[in-house]
């Protein structure tokens, strides 16, 4: 029922920034728990940060603290992840995930609604 759209992508260089959107439809965005996972070129799908349905609460994988900031619009069915001082480490296809639950949800089996995914391209 829920549907998940990624955008923002790119390709940029070291130091940079990017902003991901991940729009939501069919659903009240509010209600869920919502996710970032990424993958990179040779490696499984991994957790990046998290938010609970009112944006209160928040959570990043130790590598991105700092760094990436995760938010939501519920009025605009929208959720955001801010990337700054980006190294080539970040490059991989990012995801929007959404679950209805909550909790501690750090795994992809947590979550049960996924987008296409958004390419991050980050040169040295």
């Known amino acids: 029922q829920v549907q998940l759209v990624e955008s923002g992508g790119a390709l940029v260089q070291a130091g940079g920034s990017l902003r991901l959107s991940c729009a939501a439809s069919g659903g009240t965005l509010s209600s869920y728990t919502m996710a970032w996972f990424r993958r990179a070129p040779g490696k499984e799908r991994e957790f990046v940060a998290t938010t609970t349905g009112d944006g209160g609460r928040t959570y990043y994988t130790d590598s991105v603290k700092g760094r990436f900031t995760i938010s939501r619009d519920n009025a605009k069915n929208t959720m955001y992840l801010q990337m700054n001082s980006l190294n080539p480490d970040d490059t991989a296809v990012y995801y929007c995930?959404?679950?209805?639950?909550?909790?501690?949800?750090?795994?992809?089996?947590?979550?049960?609604?996924w987008g296409q995914g958004t390419q991050v391209t980050v040169s040295s």
């Open positions: 995930a959404a679950t209805p639950y909550y909790g501690r949800m750090y795994s992809s089996t947590d979550y049960g609604y």
